[in-house]
Structure formats: C-alpha cells, structure tokens
C-alpha cells in the first residue's frame, strides 16, 4: 500500500452510450464525429463543471517545510567534505538538510478549519521535524496553518487558517448509503497541479489493507501523489470520503485508490477539533485472523470470528474470563467478520461499558460480560506482548531432521528438561515438549515453526510428551480433520497459536 498524497473518485463517462443523430444520405462526405453527444449516465449529469464550479474553492493545496537530520555516507573517505558534510573527510556529525511535501485538503467551516490526512503534515522520515505547513487556496491566496490535531491510526488531522473573510467550505454527506457502482467525484492537487479534477465510480466499500482500523472506499478514479486528504464527492457534492492510499506496483494510478468513509473520519474530525485526542475502546488481547487451517482444526467456518492469541493480565478480557485459544464470534451483538473486525468494533465501543462478548471454546459457545477499557498508546502496546528479538536453541540436528520427515505435523519433538528450559530462555514452568528438527517441505516450516520452539498445547489440549502429541494429531485424523492448532512459546514472545495442515499420506 501507498500514501497517495491525493484525492480521488472522478466520473469518466466511460462506457455510456453514444447517441447518433444524423440524416445523412448514403455516400455523403460528413466527419465520422458529425452531430454526436455522449449521453449522461442514468443518475448523473450531462456535465460536472457547474458542481465543480461550487465545490473547487474549498478544495485547498497543503504543504509543508521539513528539517531532517542525514547522516553523512561519505564519513571518514576524501570525499566526505566534497558534498557538504563536514571538513577534512570527517563528516561524521549529521547535517540538517531542508524537505518538503505536499497533499490536500478542504476546508469544512467558514472560519478555516480544514481536513487532510495525518501523513501530509507529519514528518516524513524519521529525525524529522515539521517547521511551518502551509495552505494555498484556488485564489492563490497562502496562510500559515496550525495543526489542531491529528490521529495516526486513522491518518486524519485537523488544521486552522485564520482569514480575514469567510471562507467557502463543505460538508459531509451519509457515507453509509454509498453502493457499489455510486458515481463519486474528487478534486485534488496530484503531483502539484492544483485544483485537478477527477471522477469514477465506488468500486468496493469496507475495504481492509492491512490496518486494525481499515474501513475504506475503494474507487476507480484517479488517486496520485499529492492527492492525499482530498474529499471523495458523491453525485450531491457531499464529502463521503477523504482520500488517503493507493495499491500500485508504480507508485501511480492503476485505478485502485482508498478512501476514508465519512462516517468512520466525522467522530475522529470533530474529537480533534475540540483539541482533545482520539479514545478508543480496548479488551486486552493479540489476535489474529481465523484462517482456513485454524479453522480446520477447531471444526468451525472460516471467515467468521477472531482467533486469540493472548491475554494482557488484568484488563477487560482477562477479568471477564477470556482465555488465549477462544474464538470471539460476537461483540454487543455485532457479528465479528474480515469486514467487522474485533478491533474495528471494541474501539467505537465506549470506555466503561459492559459488553457482552460471544466466544467458542472447546467447540462449545458461550457468552461473557466484559467492561471496556482505554487503548493504550501504540508503542506500550507493542511491549505489552513481548515483541523481542529471538533465537534457536542450538546448531541443526540433521539426524532429527529425518525423524521430522515421517511424522504428519512434520516436526520432530523431545522433552523439555531443565537444562534445555535454560538454553531456550523460557520460563522455568513451561510445559510441553521442545522441537527438535522441522521437514522444511511441509505446512510446519511454511508457517514458521523451528527447531526450538515450545508446542505447549495441540488442539486445546496440553501436551506433555511426544506421545501426547502423535495421539492428539491422530484423533484429528479421525474426526476428518486436515488441521491441528498448535500453541507455540518462543524466547523473547508470547505464545502464540499456528494452525498447522497435516501432511497427506
């Protein structure tokens, strides 16, 4: 995925019909485009411009002066003072070079309050730093704008001009009743030329790509660089999008663009607004995506649910009763789906709330109140789980590498002993058994299993030996099941689990 610093959604009447008027005699010398018009598309205007004509003065250019710090590639070699990076070839102190960037925006009050993304106005590299952003209108007319605020996970900031007249402004429109195949016009600035204009159609809506929060409008109208934190219009000239990404292998448009639905962009807008920060709703879990293997081996369907991985001690899931290995299908009564996700639901859920929060374990549903708490920053989050670097316990052992070959899971395990419970760096309780080699043909080594990672469950189900283990992958053998679900420890993580297929034989 990429930022587009743009906008998107332009209506190119392709594909409407032609209509031909014309009595021409047989064999007369007339132009082939003698008396055509293009027929407006059902629902749409004949021509865009007396729209745009009302809705480009508050379409708006952002830009911004940048400081970064670049270190000097040349230190220490003759060259380092040649590119003004020091004296004497030394070069090794950092030097402060001057950057720039550009998006859009618009303006959503008559007193200049303006919308883009957060990713236009934020520092582009890291060590730098934003020194003035400033905002051009159609008229050519600049100020210096002050950032409100801004909100990272959705990509949206909040700016302020001060004019000394009104200013024309738009509003936004029900972003819940776009469709599949809505016309939806864009003006934007793309690769710096101001007040572009651009139209398609919705091509998809409640599009993910990647982020806990992903809710877009995917369109097929022109989205470019400097077109990000421009609005999508529909056919009413109402703000039903921000545009903020692009998918393209080229850095330009393929005609896959992203837009910011209103209704997910409106709450974060007028939060940041008021100068407070964005509060998001938070259980205390890492999860994952119920794929088809996990899926397999639990006996459930696909596509429906979240898988968790873990449990934070002490916060909402931990106290109402959740437990790492439970699938969450249900949250306040909102299903949970690839399109409403865990995440996407807690986080507009109040802080403080008691929720009821529907869960498989063990093949058996169950509901469970939990009380709602407040998502920390992300980089706590990122400590909470463990994310730490890893190692292997020891060097290859080939002669464990052909066991691996003839067992289904395709791993080779062993016992844990004190000795080895020392040497991977896991806590002095674990139980399970160790692997010692992994077939690097199978599911297992696809997934990312290694030698020395712990299996501390299967199927739900402890594992003490490798015996336990050879049992549990046979059972599933006979309840017709292609998958098992393995809880795996690794030094430096938390555990985690990895739907495993079996090898056919």
Known sequence: MRYAYAITAALLLGGTAIAVTSNQQLGAQTAQNEGLQAAAPAGAPVSLADMVEKLQPAVVNISTKQRVQVQNPFAGTPFGDLFGFGQGGGGGQPQTRQAQSLGSGF????????????????PGAEGASVDSI???????????ATLVGRDPATDLAVLKIDAKKPLPFVKFGDSTKARVGDWVVAIGNPYAL?????????SAVHRTT???YDRFIQTDASINQGNSGGPMFDMRGNVIGINSQILSPSGGNVGIGFAIPAEQAMPVIDTLRKGQSVKRGYLGVQISPLSEDMADSLGLAKNRGEFIQSVEPGQGADKAGIK??????RVNSREVTPDETLSYIVASLPIGSKVPIELIRGGQRQTVTAVVGQRPPEEQLANSFGNNPDEDFSQPDNQQSGAAAQQSLGVAVQALTPAIIRQLGVPADTRGVVISAVDQSTDAAAKGLRRGDVILSANNAPVTSE?????????????????VLLQV????QAALFVGVRLRDK
């Open 134 to 144: 400033t905002v051009t209108l159609t008229n050519r007319e600049e100020y210096t």
């Open 194 to 202: 101001s007040g572009t204009v651009t139209a398609g159609i919705i």
């Open 489 to 492: 420890l690794r030094r430096g």
């Open 107 to 122: 303006i959503i009050s008559s007193d200049g309050y303006i919308v883009t993304n957060n990713h236009v106005v934020a």
């Open 467 to 483: 015996a336990n283990l050879n049992t549990i992958v046979a059972q599933a053998k006979t309840q017709g099941r292609n998958a």
């Open 210 to 212: 990647g982020g806990a």
């Open 324 to 329: 790492a290995g439970d699938v969450i299908v």
